[in-house]
């Protein structure tokens, strides 16, 4: 094949360099296939190293599987793809666990329609499902890798915080959407907020002497309880009210220090309630 | 024998409430493979957890690659410098085996995203899982599991290598493979194995380390391991109630090992053999009778 056009100097330096924007560089791509003058033209302006890293650059992307797609979720809303990994191996993030999630809330709105009985129900079980999601997330029992990990140089604090903060954003948002659709005195909707971080900072901060699921079965049990009598007790349980919200702040607040504290105990496996 | 060393214990426990786990131990490993023999509940897990600086210990002194593992800065050195494979190690089995070993390389604090996943490849061909590599692990064989697990250790091209029972579901070929494997990237690391094969240990260590009950009961090279354990295995027609261990070979004859009697058929020893006297069911002695 013959053409009147071929590369001047100016421009095989500018397209070695990278520096010929989309269109010209697709004329000049399909002109060096054609002529073998402008090939040997071309070849010594390359830079070697250049030409290197945009090889690696090419085969990893065709040599390096395509992420889950919880983890394309995750770069939509604008999280980095390492953290999106990160938080794609945590159990309390798969889409069977937040289905369960929903699934227990949804019918807990539903009962909250029923009367105060079914609004005291979802007010009881709504701090549950943070508790669970952040106990499975970290430890041996909900983190299969959990060996491996605290094995390598990564902080175990900032994991388990990066993982605690993606769990309680994804199942308060649940919450907080079956909490709208609930019938209800308006306060009641977010009622069970305060509780639900007192749980699970109290979870995390035993995490450092005992396996999360164990710590977080321990205190649902104990949640369940004390419910139980408020239940008994009065119609509208003082359990939710002011002062007992103020109580839960303090707890949730002594219990992050005492998380932040002792955070280097996390540096090791937890042996508490496991072999 | 310095601090400096890869491996520097001495005199290191463990305990889990009462129950003492290790106590004890002592060892100095340099480059190379030293393997760690023990029956089962010897204590060999929770030693090798303690060498992965995922346990800390509760007595004694404890250096590795020459820093203290009870200082969080340098526990933090010691972990970027460190493969470690657990003897049960788990997957998020919806992960392909190339992401598994991409997550573990971000937590091994491997930033740059190019030249991890460079090296999430080096790994999968090093352990032969090229093909499988874009496969969910939940459809991988218990075998390629293991070969996987091992890859994550790899990850870095650590200096110091723990491998808690790494044969453990290979089969020979396999064995063979890892044996390989090992042999291969055993020089300028240091790496230590725990195993219930002594054949392995025969065929990769350059030290061997014998324990029970959470001590040592030998510490040396495979080949003296054997020599000290010479004239004390013979073969009978009968149980020789003077053995320690004695089993039926597929001869038909017995296979006593202990104190041999005067005029016994005596054979070469194994290593098995040297092992069963230092651990067998009545725990013979070596150290105790030398």
């Given at each position: 094949m013959t053409t009147a056009w071929h590369l001047d100097q100016d421009l095989v330096r500018r397209y070695a360099a990278g520096a010929t924007d989309g269109v010209l560089a697709a004329s000049v791509e399909a002109h060096v296939v054609a002529c073998g003058e402008c090939r040997r033209r071309l070849a010594p302006a390359v830079d070697r190293g250049r030409l290197g890293t945009v090889w690696a650059g090419i085969a990893d992307t065709v040599d390096t599987p395509r992420a889950g797609g919880f983890e394309r979720l995750l770069h939509l809303v604008g999280i980095r793809p390492d953290t999106a990994r990160l938080l794609a191996a945590?159990?309390?993030?798969?889409a069977s666990w937040l289905g369960a999630v929903a699934a227990v809330l949804a019918f807990a709105a539903f009962a909250a329609g029923s009367g105060p009985h079914g609004q005291l129900l979802f007010l009881t079980v709504a701090p549950l499902a943070p508790v669970a999601g952040v106990a499975l997330a970290f430890g041996r029992a909900g983190d299969p890798t959990y060996e491996m990990a605290v094995a390598t140089p990564y902080s175990a604090f900032r994991l388990l915080m990066v993982r605690t903060v993606a769990v309680l954003a994804t199942t308060i948002a649940i919450a907080v959407t079956a909490a709208v659709v609930m019938?209800?005195?308006?306060?009641f909707a977010v009622a069970w907020l305060l509780p639900a971080l007192a749980l699970t900072a109290t979870t995390l901060a035993l995490a450092e002497r005992v396996e999360p699921v164990y710590a977080a079965a321990g205190l649902s049990i104990g949640w369940l309880t004390v419910a139980l009598t408020a239940w008994r007790a009065t119609?509208?349980?003082?359990?939710?009210g002011p002062a007992a919200q103020l109580a839960f702040l303090a707890v949730a607040m002594l219990a992050c220090v005492e998380v932040v504290r002792r955070?280097?105990?996390?540096?090791?496996?937890?042996?508490g309630g496991a072999s | 024998m310095t601090p400096q060393a890869a491996v520097y214990a001495d005199g290191v426990s463990k305990s889990f409430g009462r129950t003492?786990?290790?106590?004890?131990f002592s060892l100095t490993a340099e480059d190379g493979v030293t393997g760690l023999l023990g029956p089962n509940g010897a204590g060999k897990t929770t030693l090798l957890r303690c060498l992965a600086t995922v346990h800390a210990p509760d007595g004694g002194t404890l250096r590795l690659l020459g820093r203290d593992p009870g200082i969080a800065e340098q526990r933090r050195e010691i972990r970027r410098r460190l493969g470690y494979l657990p003897q049960e190690p788990g997957f998020q089995?919806?992960?392909t085996a190339f992401e598994f070993l991409d997550y573990i390389a971000i937590l091994k604090e491997m930033v740059d995203r190019r030249s991890r996943h460079d090296e999430v490849r080096r790994v999968i061909a090093e352990v032969g899982l090229e093909t499988v590599s874009?496969?969910?692990?939940?459809?991988?064989s218990g075998g390629m599991r293991r070969r996987l697990a091992l890859a994550q250790a790899l990850l870095g091209s650590p200096e110091l290598l723990i491998l808690d029972?790494?044969?453990?579901?290979?089969?020979p070929e396999q064995r063979l493979r890892f044996r390989e494997l090992i042999g291969r990237s055993g020089e300028g690391r240091a790496i230590i194995l725990s195993t219930h094969q002594t054949e392995d240990v025969a065929a990769l260590c350059s030290q061997v380390v014998v324990i029970s009950e959470g001590r040592t009961r030998y510490a040396g090279s495979p080949a003296e391991m054997v020599a000290r354990a010479a004239g004390r295995v013979w073969l009978d027609t009968r149980r020789d109630p003077s053995a320690a261990v004695a089993w039926r070979t597929g001869d038909g004859r017995y296979r006593n090992v202990g104190d041999a009697p005067a005029g016994a058929d005596l054979v070469e020893p194994s290593i098995e053999d040297a092992y069963l006297l230092l651990v067998g069911d009545r725990a013979l002695s070596l150290a105790d009778a030398s």
């Open positions: 945590t159990p309390s993030l798969r019938a209800g005195p308006g306060w119609a509208v349980p003082a359990l939710f955070r280097d105990r996390l540096a090791y496996l937890i042996v | 003492p786990a290790v106590a004890g089995r919806g992960f874009g496969k969910t692990i939940r459809k991988l029972e790494p044969t453990v579901g290979l089969d």
